[in-house]
Every structure is written in structure tokens, then in C-alpha cells.
């Protein structure tokens, strides 16, 4: 008997399949896409990894508003930040977004989409070290060993003004990697933008802050990066447009920059 109802079953699939193959096919064609995007975490607000070990931050719950807005599924992947723009080079990858600045140099072997940030005063960078030290001047820095991360503007900046200024440069994979080695002694100083060194100082309390006064020609904003010629670029701007419209930027930046850039302007 149950082979019978088995039989049965199976050919009223089989028909059913055959009377709505078309139905199937397109389906089966228009899944969500899953695209894979790079961050790098450890750069606080924009995106860190929480006690569960899920990442959090303004660029990651972004991204998720992109996708959801543009119909795609994200799929994460944290990598080192210096490897992104040659990961996409590359093609291994196709979006990332990671509080990234679309420099004319970075603009030649990626493409970006509009700027998703902008601090309203521009680039401001905060020169980090022990609170029992003070450096008002480039002049101050002859001699000291300043850090920075790996394929950053600060990065670019400091290797760009050492000689000038009698210093030298060391880059690390991250900022954290550069504190531990300020607690150690072995790098004097850590150069990063306001809002990381609002959260930088915040959760080490032996370090202080003073506004870096060498500042680049421009000032870029964040854009999320994408393999030249992606298919992905106008998909996201449109979204990225909406988004603006609507008011879940504004009300990203309000949850994610308000308190850090608060904090910012009352320890200067």
C-alpha cells in the first residue's frame, strides 16, 4: 500500500513540475544575489566586533540598509585593512566598506560610490600618546617613533612629512596593535581621525590627545569601494540616495558619531 501512495506522489510532482517548469525556472533566477563585502573591524565607530562576536558599528549596520534597500543579501568578511584595495584590485573581492577615503590614488584601481560621510569641520587628525608627554608642534615629533595603520591616509600623510620633520614612521595591521606597543614604549605616538581617537582615548585612560596641525590638501569623506567597472556601483548609489532621503543615514550618524564627536569637541 505505501508503495502505491509513493507512486501516486511522486507523479503528482512530476506533473506538476512539468505544467509549471517556466514558474520554476524563473524563480529560480531571480534569488536574492549574496554579495561578499570586506571591513576591517577594530576601528571604532565604524565597525568592531561585539562580545558575541558579531560585528557592530555605523559602516556595518549602513551596508545592511545599502543591501536591504538594493535587494542584496551581504555576506561579511574581516579582513586587514591594508589588504582591501588590492583585494578588489584583484578581484577577489567586489565591495568593501571600511571607513574608507576615495583618494585620487585609490580612485585609479577602484571604483567608489558617493561619499556616505562627511564630518561637517573635514579631516581632522588627533596625534595620540602618554598623558604624561606633550607635543604642540611637528617640531616636537624630531626623533619619536609615530604610528599608524597600515594603507591610511594618516599612513600616507606621516610618510610624507618624516623626513621633513625628523620622525619615524611605523605601521601596523591595526590601531590596537600600535597602542600595546605605545604601553611598551616601543612607538612614541599613534596619528588617526578624531572619531577613532575619541574612542581610543576614551577606553585608555593613560593616553591623551591634541590635534595633529599638519592637515592633508582635502579632505575626502567615507565611500564604500568596489572592483572597477562593478555591476554593484549604481545599485548602491541609488539605495545610498534613498537612504539619504529618508533619514536612516542622518539617524546612523546620530547613533553612531553624535556621542564620539561630542566628546571630541569638549577635550580640544
Do not use: H
Not at 75 to 88: H, N, R, T
Not at 105 to 117: G, K, P
Not at 149 to 170: K, N, P, S
Request: with cysteine.
Amino acid at each position: 500500500m505505501k508503495k502505491i501512495i509513493l507512486a501516486f506522489a511522486l507523479t503528482v510532482v512530476l506533473a506538476l513540475t512539468g505544467c509549471d517548469n517556466t514558474t520554476a525556472v524563473t524563480e529560480s533566477t531571480t534569488a536574492t544575489p549574496v554579495v561578499t563585502v570586506m571591513t576591517s573591524s577594530g576601528y571604532a565607530p565604524y565597525e568592531m566586533v561585539d562580545n558575541d562576536g558579531d560585528l557592530i558599528g555605523f559602516d556595518i549596520e549602513l551596508m545592511e540598509a545599502i543591501a536591504a534597500e538594493a535587494g542584496v543579501t551581504i555576506e561579511w568578511i574581516d579582513v586587514d585593512f591594508s589588504g582591501i584595495i588590492a583585494s578588489l584590485q584583484a578581484g577577489q573581492y567586489e565591495v568593501a566598506i571600511a571607513g574608507i577615503s576615495p583618494t585620487p590614488a585609490r580612485a585609479e584601481v577602484v571604483d567608489f560610490s558617493n561619499v556616505y560621510y562627511n564630518t561637517e569641520s573635514g579631516l581632522i587628525n588627533y596625534l595620540i600618546y602618554s598623558d604624561d608627554a606633550s607635543y604642540t608642534t611637528l617640531d616636537d615629533l624630531d626623533g619619536l617613533v609615530i604610528g599608524a595603520q597600515l594603507g591610511t591616509v594618516q599612513a600616507e600623510m606621516l610618510q610624507g612629512i618624516a623626513d621633513e620633520y625628523g620622525f619615524t614612521v611605523e605601521l601596523r595591521g591595526s590601531n590596537s596593535l600600535i597602542v600595546e606597543e605605545m604601553k611598551i614604549g616601543t612607538i612614541d605616538a599613534l596619528l588617526v581621525e578624531s572619531l577613532a581617537a575619541t574612542e581610543i582615548v576614551n577606553a585608555n585612560t593613560d593616553l591623551t590627545s591634541s590635534v595633529f596641525e599638519y592637515s592633508a590638501d582635502s579632505f575626502y569623506g567615507n565611500a564604500i569601494a568596489f572592483a572597477k567597472d562593478s555591476e554593484y556601483v549604481d545599485l548602491f548609489n541609488q539605495a545610498l540616495a534613498t537612504l539619504q532621503e529618508n533619514g536612516t543615514v542622518a539617524a546612523l550618524i546620530d547613533k553612531w558619531f553624535t556621542t564620539a564627536e561630542t566628546t571630541t569637541t569638549a577635550s580640544e
